[in-house]
């Protein structure tokens, strides 16, 4: 499963992004899907996940309400609509894609940057 992300950038706090992941290879044993983030000095830490076959979505509770996470099965893409972006939630994101069975896989990550 290769993941390839798209969306990042810089915007002013207050404002919104949507990041992209489009997935491409054995798309068909994609279990979940999801959002981590990285910012400097930190641990990575999940931002928002989503099951590929219901759709069950799971969130950080510092994103409720702002971002969605959200999928298109068909054309193999997952997205994070960020609203009302606040200068914490700059950090390196990235997409994520869970197999079962400890299989996993990581795009190379996008930079997101909130200026206050």
């Known amino acids: 499963v290769q993941l390839v992300e798209s969306g990042g950038g810089l915007v002013q706090a207050g404002g919104s992004l949507r990041l992209s992941c489009a997935a491409s290879g054995s798309t068909f044993s994609i279990n979940a899907m999801g959002w981590y983030r990285q910012a400097p000095g930190k641990q990575r830490e999940l931002v928002a996940i989503i099951t590929t076959g219901a759709g069950v979505t799971n969130y950080a509770d510092s994103v409720k309400g702002r971002f969605t996470i959200s999928r298109d099965n068909a054309e193999n893409t997952m997205y994070l609509q960020m609203n009302s972006l606040k200068p914490e939630d700059t950090a390196v994101y990235y997409c994520?894609?869970?197999?079962?069975?400890?299989?996993?896989?990581w795009g190379q990550g996008t930079q997101v940057t909130v200026s206050s």
């Open positions: 994520y894609a869970f197999l079962g069975k400890g299989e996993d896989y």
